[in-house]
């Protein structure tokens, strides 16, 4: 199958009381208008003007029937290929089958709303309802069952390396007496081996506990919008829902000490004629202080954050806010920042979006795919700068008699 040809287009033209001739290759299919490639004839060559309309039309048709004829032969060569047997004709059915399920809107199939994208909307229309508050306090409820398994984890981790701490002293002490130093270090292994086992039983019992939370939260936000929407007076499942929710624990005064931070607002007006205001908050503090979840206590009671209002209200919609943290190129959370952050995120469970090892999976996983993408792009881009270098011309250009 022939892709592209290159046709002698030939124009005569009078001149000067004399026949003029204008021979010109044209690669076919022409991409450019016929239009644009008269002009640049006409410039090349010094044409006269007054051949411009003649020579555009000759041009526009010459190029028509050279692409028709050319797509007949392409035609008339792919029909005899699938005469003679050199094509599949079941494979051929199923890419045309494919190109016109894809490509044309009336043969494809209609658009299924996923899982996520019907849960997005659900929630988008809760979190502007009366039911806000029982949403973030929900949350903020499920945000303190994580925060005490980890206050769990912490203690356990804490009193088994004091045990091991005070066995080793003990060992160490005892050197050359009651143990050898392959003795010690036997057990430095089974220490190394219990705090490992530990802390795989805690990381398996709150990631077990993160996928409970988040998947009764989907739940419960799908349960109370079919309620909402029943039209059976007043949802009954939010009303379950909010009792829940309302035995917030008392707070703690000595866990719960206000941290004085260094902010100031500003109201600034700006415009001559049409004024806009605009307020500015300028904040100093820790970005990680953002993220975490610190509830603050209203009446000797624990409550979610007003920031967490925003943040919910802002989800899936158009106005989105973001955090930049400068880290380096590693893609783990096991140093600086990055640890931080890894902490902060593992303290409440994440209801819409994956958590971060499986964001760091994923993210790894795209920059495989990349790589030899990158390597195939620039290769092409390669090509097309050397095919810019050689040169497009129409080459062997005649005028004359």
Known sequence: MTLSVTKEFVYVFTSKDQESTLRVPVPIPHKQSAEDLTGRLIYEHNLPCYVEK??????????????NKLSDENAQEALDRVRSGDVDVEALAAQWERAYTQEVKDFAAPEVVSKEQQFSEVYHSLIHSPALETLLNLEHTYALTIE???NQRDKDLEHLDQIQREDMEKAVKSLGVSYT???INQLAQQHFESTQMIEGKWANE??????????EFRDWVMKVHEDSRSGNGTPSYMHRVRAMTSNLPDAEEEERTAVTRMEESFTII????????HNLRL????????????P?????????????????MSLYSNNLNGLILLVDSRLNAYTGIKKEFSKVCERSTDFHFPNLNQQFAQIQEQLQKAGPLRKGQGSGE??????VKSGASYGDTQVGN
């Open 270 to 277: 700006l415009g001559a004629q049409l004024k806009t205001t």
């Open 283 to 294: 904040l100093c503090a820790s970005p990680l202080d953002l993220c975490r979840h610190k």
């Open 54 to 67: 003649d020579l555009s039309s000759k041009l526009e048709e010459f190029v028509c029937q050279e692409t």
């Open 382 to 387: 390669e090509a097309d700068r050397a095919s």
């Open 181 to 183: 130093d392959e003795q």
């Open 148 to 150: 005490d398994l980890i």
């Open 296 to 312: 603050h206590t209203v009446g000797g009671v624990m409550l979610a954050q007003p920031q967490r209002l925003q943040t919910a």
């Open 206 to 215: 709150l990631s077990n506990q993160h996928e409970i939370q988040r998947r």
